[in-house]
């Protein structure tokens, strides 16, 4: 199992940028995808953005242009890089790591508000 911790959230107006952090520990990081997902109240939680252990990334379309995944192995540590917030980008943000397709853990989520 990996234990992810996400640090960032906050509340932001529209128009404006957050980063988040998700560090991790309990296996060797390097060999894990990492994503972010996200979760409204009422809502299912859906990707926001995945980076492979590779680097390659993929992002939601609701996302792509003002969001960035990336990783730095050293640290153990996936960022999501958000600009240009909007109001229905509030949610709880949680991070995701995976290898071969198995789920190997959760963080305990952030929330992003972002007022209008």
């Known amino acids: 199992q990996v234990q992810l911790v996400e640090s960032g959230g906050g509340l932001v107006q529209a128009g404006g940028s957050l980063r988040l952090s998700c560090v991790a520990s309990?296996?060797?990081?390097?060999?894990?995808?990492m994503g972010w997902y996200r979760q409204a109240p009422g809502n299912e939680r859906d990707l926001v953005a995945v980076?492979?252990?590779?680097?390659?990334?993929n992002y939601a379309d609701s996302v792509k242009g003002r969001f960035a995944i990336s990783r730095d192995n050293t640290k153990n540590t996936v960022y999501l890089q958000m600009n240009s917030l909007k109001p229905e980008d509030t949610a709880v943000y949680y991070c995701?790591?995976?290898?071969?397709?198995?789920?190997?853990?959760w963080g305990q989520g952030t929330q992003v508000t972002v007022s209008s």
């Open positions: 309990g296996s060797i990081f390097s060999m894990n995808n």
């Open positions: 995701r790591a995976s290898r071969f397709g198995v789920v190997k853990g």
């Open positions: 980076i492979t252990s590779r680097g390659s990334t």
